[in-house]
């Protein structure tokens, strides 16, 4: 599937379990992802938000997602 910069991180996360583990190697902040409140926070959050919470680029983002998950299969 190809991702976007208006796809969701719940629909992601759903088809990819895993992914929560692998984003916080990217960033520790992610490291959120994996908290109740985190959980709750993501439940809207697109690409896009989470770029602007990070100050990861949308671009740099995208395509770190698609190479983790390439690795991944």
């Given amino acids: ?6 796809s969701k991180l719940t629909d992601i ?3 990819h379990p895993w992914l ?5 190697k990217i960033d520790g902040r992610f490291k959120i992802v994996k908290t109740p409140i985190g959980k709750m926070m993501i439940k809207n959050a697109t690409i896009s938000d989470l770029s602007k919470k990070t ?4 671009n740099i983002l995208l395509e770190k997602l698609e190479e983790i998950i390439k690795a991944h299969k």
Avoid at 1 to 6: G, H, I, K, P, R
Avoid at 20 to 24: A, F, M, N, R, W
Avoid at 55 to 58: A, D, H, K, L, V
Wanted: glycine letters at 6%.
């Fill in 13 to 15: 996360l759903s088809q």
């Fill in 55 to 58: 100050g990861i680029p949308e």
């Fill in 1 to 6: 599937m190809e991702y976007n910069n208006n």
């Fill in 20 to 24: 929560p583990d692998e984003l916080i």
